[in-house]
């Protein structure tokens, strides 16, 4: 069965500094996409970044980087120089090939504070 | 821009009550999803339907039922509200790609329900 571990529950980072949120997932299927979702106070998720397991070069959006590591199967979210604005949660989801239904699975998400 | 909307933001409601949750998406999307979230858990499946009329249990079924008349709308119902129901409620909805692994799965949600049930 598909699985997937965020093993922070809360972070804290200083405001303009890089960060990184851990994401390791468990499949069985050669086929799979990673997604990370933001989930600001107001409590609607915004998707952020997207990595296909047969994607030959890490993903980047923006500021968002995933630093995916097929061998280990972990999937990292980095966030560079952070924004107040970046206070959030933070969850990692992984849908696979074989499973027909398109449903997502989620981890339990990380809390990220930024500083000013 | 794919929209979901959800009935309420916020919701109070009495034990034993009838609880009706609507989700509305304006892109045409097969899949359709209700979750429940809670502190340390994530998002778990409640139910999720992939055909007007069609739906399928997913991790926590129990004590909610669904109903999709219109492949727009999906309705999460609490037949007799308990406490233990208090949660954050997110519909999401999905295009499903025969080719594109990531439309496959990417969800778009909508905005949340907070309930209450006192």
């Known amino acids: 069965a598909q699985k997937i571990t965020q093993t922070q529950p809360g972070m804290f980072v200083q405001e303009k500094e890089a960060v990184t949120l851990d994401c390791t997932y468990d499949?069985?299927?050669?086929?799979?996409?990673l997604f990370w979702y933001k989930q600001p106070s107001s409590g609607e998720m915004i998707f952020l970044i997207y990595q296909g397991s047969y994607d030959q070069q890490n993903a980047t959006e923006g500021r968002y980087s995933l630093n995916f590591q097929k061998a280990r199967k972990s999937a990292n979210l980095v966030i560079s120089a952070s924004q107040l604005g970046d206070s959030a949660m933070y969850f990692c989801?992984?849908?696979?090939?074989?499973?027909?239904?398109?449903?997502?699975?989620f981890g339990s998400g990380t809390r990220l504070l930024v500083r000013p | 821009d794919v929209k979901v909307t959800q009935s309420s933001r916020y919701l109070v409601k009495r034990t034993g009550e009838k609880v009706f949750l609507e989700c509305v998406q304006d892109m045409d999307h097969e899949n359709m999803f209700w979750y429940r979230q809670d502190p340390g858990l994530g998002l778990r499946l409640i139910y999720f339907s992939y055909d007007v009329k069609m739906k399928e249990k997913g991790d926590i079924p129990e004590g909610y039922s669904v109903s999709r008349e219109k492949k727009e709308r999906f309705s999460l119902i609490l037949e007799s509200a308990s406490t233990n129901q208090t949660s954050m409620y997110l519909c999401?909805?999905?295009?499903?790609?025969?080719?594109?692994?990531?439309?496959?799965?990417?969800?778009?949600f909508g905005p949340g329900t907070r309930l209450t049930v006192t």
């Open positions: 499949t069985s299927d050669p086929s799979y996409g």
């Open positions: 999401a909805s999905s295009f499903p790609s025969q080719t594109v692994l990531r439309s496959s799965y990417e969800q778009y």
């Open positions: 989801a992984m849908g696979g090939d074989m499973d027909s239904s398109y449903k997502l699975i």
